[in-house]
Structures are given as C-alpha cells and as structure tokens.
C-alpha cells in the first residue's frame, strides 16, 4: 500500500501552522523608574510575592556621577512588566518612594499652540 501525502490529496491550504517566522510578540512595557536601592529591593519583593515577572534595565552612571556622586544608595533604573499586569503593578507599588510609575492613560494632551483645535506632537 502506497501512502499518499497531503500534497497528493489537494490539502496543502487547508492546515497551516500559527507561528509564524516574522511575528513579533513583544508586550513588554516599560513600567517605572526606580531611584533608590531600598525601593527596589521592595517593589522586587512585591512583584515576586504577586507573581510579576520583571525584568530590570540598568542605567549606567556617567563619569562625573561616579566621582561627584556622595549618595552610594542612589541608583536608576528602568524596571519593565508585561502590560497584562500593569494595573495589578500599579497597586503594589502605588505609594514607595523613589518610584516614578509611567503614565498609561494613553490621553492625547492638548497642545495650546495648536491651530484649529487640532493637537500636534511635539518635536
């Protein structure tokens, strides 16, 4: 008995795989910026208490910070979440210091110099 592909029997459309070589799932978003060694280390138990994962991106001192920085605790740094967990995020961390959380209305603010009410983006 010869076995008989798909190709042979006309079905080459009808199952196609969903990965695809060129899709992108990227829903990573950058979250805050944290300012002090003390929030970070709270805002990391937080999210690992709740079942965030994060991923955190380090910003190097200049040359001048790291001769003429006093405050050693002082440290900046981007900490990144998927955006599914962005309002559970927001609640744990709502409230520490040295912890700026992103906007994420995602309300268009209106320009004043703008001509027929029409809002521009800002160069």
Same mark, same amino acid.
């Given at each position: 008995?010869?076995?008989?592909?798909?190709?042979?029997? #006309? $079905?080459?459309?009808?199952?196609?795989?969903?990965?695809?070589?060129?899709?992108? /799932?990227?829903?990573?978003?950058?979250?805050?910026?944290? $300012?002090?060694?003390?929030?970070?280390?709270? &805002?990391?138990?937080?999210?690992? @208490?709740?079942?965030?994962?994060? $991923?955190?991106?380090?910003?190097?001192?200049? /040359?001048?910070?790291?001769? /003429?920085? #006093?405050?050693?605790?002082?440290? &900046?740094?981007?900490?990144?979440?998927?955006? @599914?967990?962005?309002?559970? @995020?927001?609640?744990?961390?709502? #409230?520490?210091?040295?912890?700026?959380?992103?906007? /994420?209305?995602?309300? @268009?603010?209106?320009?004043?110099?703008?001509?027929? #009410?029409?809002?521009?983006?800002?160069?």
């Amino acid at each position: 008995m010869k076995w008989i592909s798909n190709i042979e029997r #006309g $079905y080459e459309g009808f199952m196609s795989s969903i990965i695809q070589s060129d899709q992108v /799932f990227n829903n990573e978003v950058s979250f805050c910026k944290v $300012y002090s060694k003390e929030s970070k280390k709270i &805002l990391e138990e937080r999210f690992l @208490a709740n079942r965030i994962s994060y $991923y955190i991106d380090w910003h190097d001192k200049s /040359f001048f910070q790291r001769i /003429f920085g #006093g405050d050693k605790d002082k440290i &900046l740094c981007t900490v990144r979440i998927n955006r @599914a967990d962005v309002d559970r @995020a927001r609640d744990l961390v709502q #409230g520490l210091e040295d912890v700026k959380i992103r906007d /994420f209305s995602g309300k @268009a603010k209106s320009s004043k110099n703008s001509k027929n #009410g029409k809002n521009k983006p800002k160069k």
